[in-house]
């Protein structure tokens, strides 16, 4: 995997040898899986892509994939960065080099593990995915697959969207809120009422690791730049009650349940194929689910090390080694150590 801009890459061929070593799937589903209708170049089979020695571990798993119904390993990483997160020390009291190690142990014994279960589970994922397209292309209507993974995600991936959405109803509905959000975004944390900036702040302290581009440490978040925060609500505030999110995940919940028992009736003159189809929608159920559960125990852990990354750029601002906080990215680990033994003949780190 590539990372370039704060973009993850992955290596579409990897996952087309997977899918030519999986049984059910093949190339073109898994292209449609991960990238739905984003043109992709053609697969072009190579020699050794096929191999029955993969195929027969690969069922193996396939088969774990199919029957497990619990994945508490995912927990156990929850709870360890929230251990984290709770025993974050005091950063301001910190000395740079300081920082700079705490930074270092978090990656060197975290990052490896926690992010390597979400490219895993993603992976799982499209298992099941996949054996559900099939079944639907044979019944005639492919299009009946991504219904039928609708409202999957849990209340890890809608948490956020659903507390945004929350305080903007309380800014829409109270006049003293909406006229300081309508002088303006900027400066509108220090006009709104006490009651509301502390439920803000309650927001930040729950969700402030989500914003745009959050893998990337650089990038600001809603914690570091709660502006974001501020610009989504000013948005949400005038869109109706009726466009809520939680009543739009329950109906695709409601269109994914009745799609299920519609289908499950019509394979009932096929027990093998109806037991294969239920089976492979209550594993996308919680694969997919598993999937957003460990981009958001990644993103929160990558929060931290984002809180110390800026702690760090903030200090290089006011010595006059760095332009802007966010150049902390532009140093190598490697260059930290020469840079805080001598920043004066290091140079400053610019950025065109």
Sequence with gaps: MGVFGGYAYLNVSVYRVFAVRTPGLTPELMDQTLFGTQPVPPYEARPGDESPEHTARIQETVQWIMTTDDLPELIDDQRRVEDLIASRPDLSSMSERELVESNRALIRGHLRHLFSQHPFMTTCATVPVGAITNICTELGDPTLAMRLVGGIGGVDSAAPSWALWDLSRQVARSPELSAAFD???PGVYDRIEPKFRQRFDEFLEEFGSRGPNEWEVRSPTWGTDPELALVAIDRMRHTPDGAAPQRHFDEMVAERERLTAHIAEQLAGNPEVQGQFLAAVRAACLFLAARERTKTTVIKFAHEARLRAN???????????FERVEDFGMVCDQEWDD??????TSGTVTVP
Aim: charged share 25%.
């Design 339 to 344: 840079l805080l033994d001598d920043p004066g």
């Design 311 to 321: 702690e760090l750029g903030r200090r290089m601002v006011a010595a006059g080694h």
């Design 183 to 185: 002088a303006g975004v």
